[in-house]
């Protein structure tokens, strides 16, 4: 497999361009994390989601430690060449770390506070050995 | 309304957090970009997106010059407070300045290619009275 593709990416001042992780059968936005070249080229030849941890500064693939591990089916590159897609498998259906299908369940009331929109499928201490890391 | 959701965001150094718009109707991702405090706050009393364009170091009224306005239905919010959703009405059904439904057009295939995922719906040259800025 070439490597050229990598080069049509415009990665920032520090090398990272956000992926939005997309569940592949029902469309919903389950997360948004960040890549370097190294996590995005081994994403592609593992055919799982990688990410860069920002606060960890060390590559992060996803459901190492909760075993929700995200199958990647398709990498999508938006016109101007500096956002992803990651189109995923979700294995268990959880991708968030408070036990979640998405990290996206706070939701905005026309009251301005944000509200909890989606439910707790299982308990965070039971899906990590350890302090939550994902 | 209230302000205080706004400081429940996690702004970066720059005082940016990422925007994913996605289609309300279909949940197709339709283009990321970012938004800073005055452009949220601002995309919520309008109920229509509004980014801060990094290029342009601007406010950015999307579709103010294409016509292709998105309705703002429903802001998201991570679980860490770093990445919201603008789930999004797209008037004409186009996001991209390429004129296509979404910006995320180009698939990697197996090859290691870039590869076009979807069709040009309207020529460019009639969606914009200028050079292109969306």
Redesign the interface.
């Known amino acids: ?5 990598l080069d ?1 990416i415009r990665w920032d001042a520090n090398g990272l361009v ?1 992926v ?1 992780a ?1 569940d592949w059968h ?4 389950l ?2 994390a960040f890549a370097n070249r190294e996590a995005l080229s081994l994403a ?1 030849a593992e055919k799982r989601a990688i990410y860069w941890s920002r606060s960890r500064q060390k590559l992060w693939r996803k459901g190492e430690e909760s075993g929700h591990i995200q199958h990647l089916h ?7 060449g500096d ?1 992803l ?1 990651y189109r995923v498998e979700q294995i268990g259906g959880i991708a ?3 036990g ?1 299908v998405s ?6 009331s ?5 509200e909890t ?1 989606s439910a707790v499928l299982k308990d965070p201490g039971k899906i990590y050995s350890s302090v939550p890391k994902d």
């Not at 029902?26 to 936005?29: A, F, P, Q």
């Not at 990290?103 to 905005?108: A, D, E, G, H, V």
């Not at 026309?110 to 944000?114: C, E, F, I, K």
């Open positions: 497999m070439q490597t050229d593709w049509a956000p939005i997309q029902s469309g919903t936005i997360m948004q592609v398709d990498v999508l590159l938006d016109c101007d956002s897609i968030c770390h408070t979640r990290c996206y369940y706070q939701r905005l026309p009251a301005g506070m944000w929109s």
